[in-house]
Every structure is written in C-alpha cells, then in structure tokens.
C-alpha cells in the first residue's frame, strides 16, 4: 500500500516560514491535499489538489508537489497556526485514501 | 449552514458491534461521496471507510475490511459505519466527512466533530 512519510515535528518562531513536508514514491504524479487540526479538534482542509486553499483560509497557505516530495509553506508563522498537519493522497492502486502520519508544528 | 453529526459511540466489548451515524445538513446530501476517518488516542488520522453518492461502490482500509460495513439512506440525510467483531485497536474517535466534489476522487471538505468508540473489557 501506498505510503506517506512526514516529520513529526517542526518548532520555529512567529513571522518565520514553515515548510512541512510530505514524501511518497513518485507523489509528484498525485494530487496532495493538506490537513490542520487543533487539540480537541476536527481537521480542516487547508490545500487541496496540491496548492489550492479553499475559502476562508490565509493566503500565507500554500503547497506544492513534484518528485518524490509535496510541501504546504506556512508564510509568517503566527501562534494560531501551531497544530497537527496532515498530508492526503488517493491511492488508485488500491482504491483507497492515505494519511500521513502528521507533523506538529510549534511556534515558540 | 453545512454540518455532519455523528453519534452512536460509546464504550463496547471487545467482539461486540456498534452502529456510528453520520447526519448531514446544509447541502445535498445525495450529490456527495462520503467517508469515515479515525483517530486512536494521541496517534494520527486514519482513513476507514467511503461510500458514493449513490452507494454503490464502497472502499475499505485492509484494517477493517470484511468487519466494517458503511451505508447510506440518502432519502434521510444520514450515512452510517456498522463495525463488528471489534478490536480494543479499534478504540478511536470516529469522524465522519464529506468528499469535495470534483472529477476524481479528492479532499475532504467538511467534517464532523466526532464520535468516540471505546473497546474494552
């Protein structure tokens, strides 16, 4: 089965910029969606088919995918931003959907 | 406005069944594939289970296939995840989520806030 592999955490400082990486075989050839959740929270969608954001979130918000690698850039990291992120793929091998194992991501 | 509503969680003997549902509100329900993600106590998301629009293709992780079974009753709103023979891995919160509407299969847009399956003697 298809396999995505995240990092599982980050830690930075307000205003820097994140990336989160999310890495698969040939994962550049699939569309990669990107979760946030927050402690005690659902997910939200955050990009969707590699680096669209749906309405309502900041454009700080991007992704992009090629290779082996997909990223989601959070510009100008702010403390409302520290959550888990997940990465999403479907695999049409197998018919079915992918998570990452996720990446916490602390703003110090 | 748009909004998934699960219930039906609740703590459960292991081999025992439980039947999660999923009521949808704000769209139309029957235009929309639909879905079953979980996640175990501080561990990630897991994809369980999706059923189409019109319930005829269902798909399954391989760490539930052959004991859970999604449905829906469109002409009500909701769709459900029956799980039998339960495992205490399958102890979890049960999210149930709506598939983007697209070409291909895709994202999920809107969630629900979860359910919680506890297994355990």
């Known amino acids: 089965s298809y396999v995505l592999t995240q990092a599982p955490s980050v830690s930075l400082a307000p205003g820097q910029t994140a990336k989160i990486i999310c890495g698969g075989d040939?994962?550049?050839?699939?569309?990669v969606h990107w979760y946030q959740q927050k402690p005690g929270q659902a997910p939200v969608l955050a990009v969707f088919d590699d680096l669209d954001r749906p309405s309502g979130i900041p454009e700080r918000f991007s992704g992009s995918n090629s290779g082996n690698t997909a990223t989601l850039t959070i510009s100008r990291v702010e403390a409302g931003d520290e959550a888990d992120y997940y990465c999403?793929?479907?695999?049409?091998?197998?018919?079915?959907?992918?998570f990452g194992g996720g990446t916490k991501l602390t703003v110090l | 406005q748009v909004q998934l509503v699960e219930s039906g969680g609740g703590v459960v003997l292991p081999g025992r069944s439980v039947r999660l549902s999923c009521a949808a509100s704000g769209f139309d329900f029957s235009h929309y594939d639909v879905h079953w993600v979980r996640q175990a106590p501080g561990k990630g998301l897991e994809w369980v289970a999706a059923?189409?629009?019109?319930?005829?293709?269902?798909n399954y992780a391989d760490s539930v296939k052959g004991r859970f079974t999604v449905s829906r009753d469109n002409s009500k709103n909701t769709f459900f995840l029956d799980m039998n023979s339960l495992r205490p891995v399958d102890t979890a919160v049960y999210f149930c989520a709506r598939e983007r509407l697209a070409v291909a299969a895709t994202s999920l847009d809107v969630w629900g806030q979860g359910t919680t399956v506890t297994v355990s003697s």
């Open positions: 040939n994962i550049g050839s699939k569309s």
């Open positions: 999403q793929v479907w695999d049409s091998d197998t018919d079915q959907w992918v």
């Open positions: 059923i189409s629009n019109d319930a005829i293709t269902n």
